[in-house]
């Protein structure tokens, strides 16, 4: 993505179930994720290899949740 959330980027609400969050790009924050608001569920998953030009891989702003839940997700190998 050419802004923030190479990934996702929400406002509202996202569940997943294995799904991997992986090999994505952000011109601006939050490669592999960008919750601006709303909850991000991952049961099952994988959030590895996300890169993002500025700020971290992987934004959680204020008033927004990253729950994941089961004993594959994992977060790995993001760079920003």
């Not at 890169?51 to 977060?75: D, F, P, Q, R």
Request: avoid cysteine; aromatic fraction near 6%; glycine fraction near 22%.
């Amino acid at each position: 993505a050419a802004g923030d959330g190479g990934g996702i980027w929400s406002e509202g609400t996202v569940t997943l179930t294995d799904v991997p969050i992986t090999y994505n790009q952000a011109g601006g924050k939050g490669g592999g994720f960008y919750l601006k608001g709303g909850t991000l569920s991952t049961t099952r998953g994988s959030v590895t290899d996300n890169t993002a030009a500025t700020g971290t891989a992987h934004i959680v702003e204020a008033g927004a949740t990253y729950t994941n839940v089961g004993l594959m997700t994992t977060i790995t190998g993001t760079t920003s």
